[in-house]
């Protein structure tokens, strides 16, 4: 009677033994079907992050570009006008922008013309020689539109003077045909603050100016003779050359000398007709029969995080200063 219970009790165990097996491994399972599960989330999580930022990504160079590339809006027409608004100081650096921004405009076939509104009392002679003549070649693949918003003085005449016809607003500032190095004596106050200039040179005209005392008649005729008189020279030449006209008839338009855009005595000279800007851009969509975007282009410049300072102490930062004004 023994034997049977003993056996019944071996069977049982072994009958539970095989179920806690049997719990164990179906624990184990659904640990793995959590942890797959788990891992499975996390991948898709890793997915959506990745496909946001890539999306992110998208759309801040895209945003970036419209606002800091080539062009500060986005145009959809086929017939497409750049609009270069060129409202500051003539430098080295806005020039070459400017230059850039056109290639970029001329390599884009959507874009059919340029429409040039100028806005500069002047500059740097050598900026706008190279604008000049830059603009000069560019109509020969492109049409170009030259509009005098509110002033074209002096290196922003010279500039603008290479398109025809030269369109301004009848209030609109022209001319300042002329060229000016300004010198600044702080002798005085040097004397005052116990600075004193000291310097070595080799060359009579080496060191023709000082901030700290008066140019003198020997010095002061050098720089004319050889600085100032040679550039105003080339000035008139090239706007003569740049309006089709004799030398003299600028001549009697220059020596520095200011005009509204609608007086009579520079008709033809500076200035070929008196328009409005918006008249200007009504001409323009005609011309494309009203099928035009017009495209601000942006000419931003990225500006240095420290502040710039200069002191003009000698002869070589004193020619930076010179400029048609």
Do not use: C
Request: hydrophobic share 40%.
């Amino acid at each position: 009677m023994q034997e049977p219970k003993e056996y019944q009790r071996r069977e049982d165990g072994e009958r539970n033994y095989e179920l806690e097996l049997f719990h164990q491994k179906e624990e184990v399972y659904q640990q793995e079907v959590k942890s797959l599960k788990k891992q499975i989330f996390i991948s898709n999580l890793k997915a959506w992050i990745i496909g946001l930022i890539l999306i992110a990504q998208i759309i801040f160079i895209v945003s970036y570009f419209q606002k800091m590339g080539i062009f500060g809006e986005v145009s959809t027409s086929l017939n497409k006008v750049a609009v270069i608004q060129y409202n500051q100081e003539v430098t080295e650096e806005y020039t070459t922008t400017v230059m850039e921004k056109l290639d970029d405009i001329r390599e884009d076939e959507t874009f059919k013309s340029v429409l040039f509104i100028m806005g500069s009392p002047g500059g740097s002679p050598t900026a706008s020689e190279e604008l000049s003549e830059y603009l000069k070649d560019f109509q020969k693949e492109m049409n170009v539109t030259m509009y005098v918003d509110s002033i074209a003085a002096s290196g922003g005449y010279y500039i603008a003077s290479a398109v025809k016809p030269l369109i301004a607003n009848k209030n609109a500032i022209v001319g300042s045909i002329g060229v000016i190095m300004p010198h600044y004596n702080l002798g005085e106050l040097a004397k005052k603050v116990g600075v004193e200039e000291d310097f070595m040179a080799a060359g009579k005209f080496k060191k023709p100016i000082s901030m700290f005392s008066k140019i003198d008649e020997e010095n002061r005729k050098y720089m004319t003779e050889n600085l100032l008189k040679p550039t105003y020279e080339n000035f008139i030449q090239s706007v003569a050359d740049n309006r089709g006209l004799k030398k003299e008839d600028i001549l009697a338009v220059a020596e520095g000398k200011i005009f509204i855009a609608n007086v009579p005595e520079i008709r033809g000279i500076l200035v070929d007709e008196v328009s409005s800007l918006y008249k200007v851009k009504k001409k323009i969509r005609e011309s494309y029969k009203n099928e035009v975007d017009f495209v601000k282009v942006n000419l931003n410049q990225q500006e240095s995080f420290f502040p710039s300072v200069k002191v003009d102490l000698d002869l070589e930062t004193a020619l930076s200063t010179l400029e048609m004004k």
